[in-house]
């Protein structure tokens, strides 16, 4: 089964408007932490946002915050007032185990390819 | 902040070659280190970790290999590429400050195996 599950192959969102990035996960580890990327065309990976299993409070990050449904195990992004910029490809990821334990890594979604309009 | 260094930016190597990248990291001390593939649009994948000096997990069977000479210089080789070994090698380092941790990237080598 896959761990992370990205549904939307790509959207698309008008520029100043707000976009919400599904992204659903799958474990049994108590203790984890969700990220999302931005992957401009350039290839970079750009860390946007980060939210651990144990945060009380959603992350935000400028335009960018988390929605953290822990029940519903899923991490959707919202991106608010889209840029031309934001156009991108954008992965969430989840890390399982103890930061800096032996089993401590993160695997990514497929991704999601935004489009903003102008 | 933590800045990550990788090199070659762009590679083409015969099939059968051997392979060297290198990854090296400024700004942090003692971090976690990644190696990631990725094929053309698609995700990444975790090709090796490590979580100190000379400590290396494999997360796939394949024909790289990964070490970690210095606490923040992690290299990734093969003695015989293979055309399937055609991709984007990407560096990450991750860093924990409180109950923030971050994940950064660096720019990433683009190897095409003929």
């Known amino acids: 089964a896959q761990k992370i599950t990205q549904t939307q192959p790509g959207m698309f969102v008008q520029e100043k408007e707000a976009v919400t990035l599904d992204c659903t996960y799958d474990?049994?580890?108590?203790?984890?932490?969700l990220f999302w990327y931005k992957q401009p065309s350039s290839g970079e990976m750009i860390f946007l946002i980060y939210q651990g299993s144990y945060d009380q409070q959603n992350a935000t990050e400028g335009r960018y915050s988390l929605n953290f449904q822990k029940a519903r195990k899923s991490a959707n992004l919202v991106i608010s007032a889209s840029q031309l910029g934001d156009s991108a490809m954008y992965f969430c990821a989840m890390r399982e185990g103890f930061y800096g334990g032996s089993n401590y890594k993160l695997t990514f979604g497929k991704g999601t390819l935004l489009t903003v309009n102008p | 902040s933590q800045t990550i260094h990788q090199w070659p930016a762009t590679l083409v190597q015969p099939v059968g070659s051997p392979l060297s990248l290198e990854c090296t990291v400024e700004g942090t001390s003692n971090p976690n280190l990644y190696w990631y593939r990725q094929a053309a649009g698609r995700g990444l994948q975790l090709l090796f970790y490590s979580v100190g000096i000379g400590q290396i997990s494999s997360e796939v069977p394949q024909n790289l290999s990964a070490s970690r000479p210095q606490d923040r210089q992690f290299i990734l080789s093969s003695k015989k590429l293979l055309l399937s070994d055609s991709g984007f090698y990407l560096c990450?380092?991750?860093?924990?400050?409180?109950?923030?941790?971050?994940?950064?990237f660096g720019p990433g080598t683009r190897l095409l195996v003929l």
């Open positions: 990450a380092s991750s860093r924990r400050a409180g109950q923030k941790e971050t994940q950064y």
């Open positions: 474990t049994s580890d108590p203790s984890y932490g």
